[in-house]
């Protein structure tokens, strides 16, 4: 075969350094459609590199109002000679760093200390990141001109999404075993898998009961909706695909009241963004403290819980590995013989060179990138058209592949 045309390098049994395959995208759909319908634990890990290129990166985010807010750029000055940047970010391109020595500063200093108004910095911050999610995720731009034209960044990026659901949707169909259920887990706190779901009118749960105040509860998962129209049947049928959504940093969509219950709340675009910072888990160093409350405690236990059932796979893209959280319970899995992780990642970002490197010869554990011939192995695009199954009943939805930058790194 044309060496040209093996643009994927696939570590399998872990990873060792020059230890891999070349292959192309006909050896690496073959290799994910002998996987994934068998009889397993289907698990998929999304990370806000799939919503590129309509929610920009937190770290793009982040240089955009270094450049446009002189309180963080003097804030950033005296950042770069603490001793937290000079040993892990030097040139002050992590966000997670910046806000955990900011929220350290803002704890360690008396008021009279403060004198860069570091709270007022902390909260602009964050506020920020959250706008530019809500902005990324609404089907019309607000900000393009005064006819509020339909946000192409947007149909592209919900249009991947669905077509990725579809794909595994017919995976599972077609393998027809008892482990027909999808699990969904994502940092992410836009609305695009739920707003894939619902397009292609598949049933799912995302941990909330149906209620005037939905209310989470992780009872939630264990249910599954029957086809009553089928009562007259010897058993009732379940209704098929199934998806559960797990949102392990919070969602747009949550909110909570005094009582710090979590509340779902659709109406996203009407909340000031002040409320919605208040549901998710922002990016610093205490992130592992803010999700022991519920319902995240509850969500990362179904994550461990998940990943350890028997013959589990958990496929990963989009994910760059910033959060030790995560990544812990991933290894911990990497630990039982009958796991199977596949990964789709750019091993020359930092995160994920550490993460394989972390990881080793763990044998469940596969990595696939570029070789040198290839660009996009950990393109959410990439990854979608490599599950597709050829159906002679429908059109092609093939997605083209998009040229974002950074577009699989995640804060």
């Not at 403060?114 to 731009?141: F, M, Q, T």
Request: charged letters at 25%; aromatic letters at 10%.
């Amino acid at each position: 075969m044309d060496e040209e045309k093996k643009q994927y390098k696939i570590y399998e049994s872990g990873f060792e350094a020059n230890n891999f395959e070349l292959k192309d995208s006909n050896d690496i759909q073959i290799y994910l459609k002998n996987i994934l319908p068998s009889n397993t634990n289907l698990n998929i890990l999304i990370g806000s590199g799939c919503s590129l290129p309509a929610v920009p990166t937190m770290n793009n985010t982040f240089n955009e109002l270094k450049v446009n807010n002189p309180k963080i750029s003097t804030l950033i000055e005296i950042y770069k000679d603490s001793s937290l940047s000079k040993e892990n970010d030097p040139n002050a391109e992590n966000i997670e760093l910046f806000l955990s020595w900011l929220g350290n500063r803002i704890d360690g200093l008396s008021q009279n200390e403060l004198s860069n108004n570091e709270p007022e910095v902390r909260k602009s911050i964050i506020e920020a990141l959250i706008s530019s999610i809500v902005k990324g995720s609404s089907e019309h731009d607000d900000f393009s001109d005064e006819n509020n034209k339909s946000n192409s960044k947007f149909q592209k990026t919900l249009q991947t999404y669905i077509t990725f659901l579809k794909n595994l949707a017919f995976i599972k169909q077609l393998s027809n075993d008892q482990n027909d259920i999808i699990n969904i887990f994502t940092p992410n706190y836009d609305l695009f898998i739920e707003s894939a779901l619902d397009s292609l009118g598949y049933s799912y749960t995302d941990g909330f009961r149906n209620s005037v105040h939905p209310s989470f509860d992780t009872t939630e998962y264990n249910r599954r909706p029957v086809d009553i129209t089928k009562r007259f049947r010897d058993r009732w049928s379940i209704i098929k695909p199934f998806f559960r959504v797990y949102k392990l940093h919070g969602s747009l969509d949550w909110t909570q009241d005094k009582s710090k219950a979590v509340f779902k709340n659709t109406n996203v675009q009407t909340r000031k963004i002040s409320e919605l910072a208040e549901a998710v888990i922002a990016p610093t160093s205490s992130k592992y403290a803010d999700s022991l409350g519920s319902p995240f405690s509850d969500l990362f236990r179904e994550f461990s819980i998940e990943l350890t059932r028997s013959n589990s796979i958990l496929l990963i893209n989009g994910y760059g590995f910033g959060d030790e959280h995560i990544n812990d319970f991933i290894i911990q899995a990497l630990g039982r013989p009958d796991f199977k992780l596949i990964v789709f990642l750019n091993e020359n970002e930092r995160n994920a060179k550490n993460f394989m490197m972390k990881v080793g010869n763990a044998a469940g554990a596969t990595f696939i990138t570029n070789s040198k011939n290839g660009k996009d192995a950990h393109y959410f695009s990439t990854v979608t058209n490599l599950l597709k199954y050829n159906n002679p009943f429908e059109k092609d939805d093939g997605i083209e592949s998009s040229n974002d930058k950074d577009i699989n790194e995640d804060e």
